[in-house]
Every structure is written in C-alpha cells, then in structure tokens.
C-alpha cells in the first residue's frame, strides 16, 4: 500500500513539536510534499526526504548533495551544507529520526498495540513467545527481532537488531498493512541509547534480565543498565514485566515509573509471577507457575534451563495484556523455537548437536547446562567456541571461564573483522586455565566443527555457540555464507553415511 505524502509544513510542524533547540526552516513551499525518510544517500528516491546524520565513522552532511542529485526534495541537518534543496536545521538530526520517521510513515506505532522486550539475553526468544501469545488470542502480530520481521506469513531481513527509526516505523507500517493489529519490537541497548525506538509507545516493556555486554558501545555497565532503563518510563511505555533473578532487574523494579509485574524463577521470590517447578529435555520444556491467580501448568517445545525465564517473562506479559491463562498457554505451547536458539540436531549412529546463539558468559552457562542434561549415561559435552572480533574483547576471558563445564573444547573462529584469530582464541585459552577439559585449536570453524563431531560418540552432545541463527562470517573482506547449523548438518550426514559404508563391508 502506498502512503499519502507528507507536506513539508507538516513535517515543520512535527519538528517544532519535539526538537529541544530551535528549527530553522529554509526553502520549500509548505505544500511541497515528501515521500519517506531516508539516512542512507543510496537508497534515495525521488521526494524522499535525507537526513545528515551523523555517525561513529561518517557523516551525513557529506552525502547531502549526492541525495539531491538523487532525487531528494529536502534536507534534515543539522549544520549548514553547500547548495539551495529546502532544508530543515535542527539541533540534533538524531534526534528528530524517530518523530519525522514516524509521520511520513503515517504514524504506525498509533495504530498498534505494542509491546517491547530488552535484555542482555533472551530478547529474541521472548519476542517470539510474546508474538505466539498474541496470535492464539486472534491478532494478527508481528515481530521485529536479530532474525528480522516476520508478519502474516510475510518477512523482510533487518541488518541490527532494532533497525534505525526510520526503517523501523516502515515496518511497523508495513505490518500495519498487512493487517497486524498488533507487534513486538525487540530494543537494544544500543538503539535505545540512539533513539531507533524514539516514536515507539509500548503497551508493555518486557527485561529479561542483565549481565555485561556492549561495553564496546556504553563504556561503562552503569551506562548499559540506564540505557535499557530508558524503555521503562512513562513516555515509553504503560506498564512493565521485569525479571528479577538477579540485582539488576530488582532495581529497575523498584525504581521504574510504571506499574510492574515481578517475575522470578525461584519459588521463594518475591514476585508476583514464580515458577514453582520446571523440567526440560529434548521433548521441550514444562513449567508449573504461581501468579495472583493461582498455579497453572506450561509447556513448551523450547528446550534448555535458560528458556524457563523467557517462558515465565512470556507468561507475565500475555497476562498483563489481558489475555486468559488458557491462552496464554496455548500460545507458548504453539510457539516454535526462533533459529539458533538450541536448535537441536541428530544423525544416525552420531552425536546430538545443540547450535545456540550464546555468546556472553552467563549464556554460555546456561547452555552448558543445557548440553550436560542432554547427553545420554555417561555422555560428554564437546564445545565448539570463539568470539567476535572487534567486540567485548573484556568478555573473552569470561567465556573461558564458563568453557571449563565441557570435557572438551575446540577453540575457533567465529568471525574476526581483522582482528588476529589467533589473538582472540588466546584470549579465550585463558579463561580455561585450570579447567579439566581437552583443549583444541583448530581455527577454521568449518573443520572444528567437524573434528567435534567426529570425535563425539552417540551419547554425548556437541555444542555450538556464539552465532546461532547467523549465515554469514567476516574476517578481513566481505562476509562469507556460513550457517554452523547446516555445517553441522553436514557433518553428521557424513559420520552416518560412513557408519552405513563400514556395516555394508
């Protein structure tokens, strides 16, 4: 569906409305009229409006003259650029994304019943599970996720997390259209500090609990918990669903703004959703809650320790949503699990591997855990592991740490970005030190994941973390297609096909 144009008067207006500084608006009738908001010169077309932003290693100010040559029919800066296209100057470009993205939108977000869901780990099954909990009430839901947007059968790809506010009020009109009546937006930390949410109310604001991550980015874990916390005011949202297993989630619980329901996996919380007892295996996972109203039984295909709290966070924000505990349940008992989030795979005569997306610490725990629980008697956990290059190297060591629970790990690549791999495993190698496991090195992740294998028997599981979902790898070029799932399927299909060959001689 095509939108109407916006004219540029309004988008003044909009500006006016929200900018902290003054607006200056010069050139263009107020009736000229403008089709979409864009930051990215390249993708230009004729009445866009281009907004200069500025970024960590450019500048849009740069590209304002190539996007009038394109087609843009006026400017959003915020200091003066060469030429006469019609322009707003505002005091922060950034600043004014989410607001002038969301009018020449059409203002989806208004139409909506939205939730949002932040957290250092289990955002993107959270979201599933919420958009599962919404479906088995009869809406149409959508979902912005690390895997992309899905709505109404439909996709569209997303290159982060939470795409830039212009991208995101698209697809959030996007939904709209396609008959969504209501959707859940995964927030990052990182977009919440930039503004990607910024024109985005929330029904209700879902964290799923907090560790150290992106410090890359906020510098300090202080600045990374407030910019999370961003997403639990009044302005933001209407009410909150907050785990409290840990400090962190407690504290935001007592210092948010909005009405909020505690959730905690511990019997013996204080919290106003408790899981009273859980059990996972390969079959799924199941829970016995508590809430004001009584306990009610859960099930899930989810499979892992670490789902119990994204199940519960899940349960909490269908019921405060208004929907019944019969459908609440019947949704996360429908509710498939997202791509490389213990995806579980098994090969005749070989080994179980689980492929995650862990890759902080505490995940990593969790999801050794997990493996442990799934190896059959006197089964062994092989571990496939690596981290990013150029990101949270204080991490590395944490991660080797958590590695110590496997019986074997083979230490890798997991997508350098011109940092030395060889730098980065030895980083990991120390956190391992005093651990009791068998230690590889074999930096092509293609062959590590293979040798583990290999060298895993029919009882024992093989974990691959760090990527999950992902199909591409970056070293020092341009990424590569490399999905560890279908390397791992790979691998299997050939350790059986071997089996087979030796019975038949």
């Not at 500048?59 to 006469?84: N, S």
């Not at 290159?159 to 859940?184: I, K, N, Q």
């Not at 202080?222 to 209407?238: G, I, M, V």
């Not at 089964?379 to 590695?403: C, E, I, N, T």
Request: a negative charge.
């Amino acid at each position: 569906m095509s939108l109407p144009p916006v004219t540029w008067s309004a988008v003044e207006h909009r500006a006016r409305a929200v900018a902290t500084g003054p607006v200056a608006r010069s050139g263009g009738a107020d009736d000229l009229l403008l089709r979409g908001l864009v930051t990215d010169s390249r993708a230009v077309t004729p009445g866009s409006l281009f907004a200069c932003v500025r970024g960590g290693s450019s500048d849009g100010h740069r590209f304002a003259e190539a996007a009038v040559a394109a087609g843009a029919a006026a400017l959003l800066t915020d200091r003066p650029v060469p030429g006469d296209a019609p322009r707003l100057q505002v005091p922060s470009v950034r600043a004014l994304l989410g607001p002038l993205g969301a009018l020449l939108a059409g203002d989806p977000a208004d139409e909506l019943r939205l939730v949002g869901v932040t957290g250092s780990n289990g955002k993107t099954t959270t979201s599933t599970l919420v958009r599962g909990v919404l479906e088995a009430a009869g809406e149409c839901a959508g979902v912005v996720t690390t895997l992309g947007a899905r709505v109404a059968g439909q996709e569209r790809g997303t290159r982060l997390t939470t795409p830039e506010a212009p991208e995101l009020h698209g697809l959030l009109r996007w939904m709209r259209d396609a008959g969504a009546t209501s959707a859940v937006v995964e927030a990052s930390s990182i977009a919440l500090d930039v503004g990607r949410v910024d024109g985005v109310h929330v029904e209700v604001a879902v964290f799923t609990g907090f560790e150290e991550d992106h410090l890359d980015h906020h510098g300090t874990i202080e600045q990374y918990w407030a910019s999370k916390a961003l997403l639990f005011s009044p302005e933001r949202s209407d009410s909150a669903v907050v785990v409290v297993d840990e400090p962190w989630g407690r504290r935001l619980a007592d210092q948010t703004r909005v009405p909020v329901t505690r959730v905690s996996t511990r019997a013996d919380a204080d919290a106003d959703v408790r899981v009273i007892s859980w059990r996972t295996g390969a079959e799924g996972t199941s829970l016995v809650l508590e809430d004001p109203d009584g306990r009610h039984w859960i099930c899930s295909p989810l499979v892992g320790r670490v789902h119990v709290s994204n199940l519960a966070a899940a349960w909490a924000t269908g019921r405060s949503l208004g929907l019944s505990p019969d459908t609440v349940a019947a949704g996360l008992a429908a509710t498939a699990p997202p791509a490389g989030r213990n995806t579980l795979l098994r090969g005749a005569g070989g080994p179980l591997v689980v492929v995650d997306y862990a890759h902080t610490p505490r995940a990593l725990a969790e999801a050794l855990q997990t493996a442990r629980g799934l190896t059959g008697p006197a089964g062994r956990v092989h571990l496939v592991l690596g981290a990013r290059g150029r990101r949270d190297r204080y991490k590395r060591q944490g991660l080797g740490v958590s590695a110590r629970a496997a019986d074997a790990v083979w230490l890798t690549n997991e997508g350098s970005h011109g940092e030395r791999p060889e730098a980065i495993v030895e980083e990991l190698r120390v956190g391992l030190i005093g651990g009791s496991g068998v230690v590889h090195t074999v930096l092509d992740r293609r062959e590590a994941i293979t040798e583990a294998v290999q060298a895993a028997g029919e009882r024992d599981v093989v974990l691959v973390v760090g990527r999950g979902h992902e199909k591409t790898l970056t070293d020092d070029g341009a990424p590569v297609a490399f999905d560890d799932a279908e390397v791992a399927r790979e691998a299997l299909d050939s350790l059986a096909e071997a089996l087979v060959a030796e019975q038949a001689s």
